[in-house]
C-alpha cells in the first residue's frame, strides 16, 4: 500500500512560483500513474495534473496548461509540481493521488490511494 505525502506548499503572491512535492513510501513508485488534484473552500475536488509510471506522458487541465508543469523522479519515489504565475483562484489544498496502473488519469475515482494534502495560498 503506498501512503503519500505532500510538502511545499505555502503563501505566494499573484504571479510567483512555488513546487510542492509528493513523497510515496512504496517500493514499486515507478508502476504507479500520479496525480495532483486541488479543492478549494466550498467547491469540489478538481483535476489539476497527471503523470504516467514513466513520467513520458502527461496530462493538464486547462486552467493549468502552460503555468504549471507536474514531473516525477522515480529514483527518489517523488512526484512534483511547479506552479509558475500563480493566481488567487489557485488557492486550495492540493492532494497528490496514486493510481495502480501505469497511464495518467484525469478521474479522481481511479486513484487508489491519496495524501493528506497541502495549502496553497495566492494573495492578490
Known amino acids: 500500500q503506498e501512503q503519500l505525502v505532500e510538502s511545499g506548499g505555502g503563501l505566494v503572491q499573484a504571479g510567483g512560483s512555488l513546487r510542492v512535492s509528493c513523497a510515496a513510501s512504496g517500493r514499486t513508485f515507478s508502476s504507479y500513474g500520479m496525480g495532483w488534484f486541488r479543492q478549494a473552500p466550498g467547491k469540489e475536488r478538481e483535476f489539476v495534473a497527471a503523470?504516467?509510471?514513466?513520467?513520458?506522458?502527461?496530462r493538464y487541465a486547462d486552467f493549468v496548461k502552460g503555468r504549471f508543469t507536474i514531473f516525477r523522479d522515480n529514483a527518489k519515489n517523488t512526484v512534483y509540481l511547479q506552479m509558475n504565475s500563480l493566481k488567487p483562484e489557485d488557492t486550495a489544498v492540493f492532494y497528490c493521488?496514486?493510481?495502480?496502473?501505469?497511464?495518467?488519469?484525469?478521474?479522481?475515482?481511479?486513484?487508489?490511494?491519496w495524501g493528506q494534502g497541502t495549502q496553497v495560498t495566492v494573495s492578490s
Open positions: 503523470i504516467s509510471g514513466s513520467g513520458v506522458n502527461t
Open positions: 493521488a496514486a493510481r495502480q496502473s501505469l497511464s495518467a488519469a484525469t478521474v479522481p475515482f481511479n486513484y487508489n490511494y
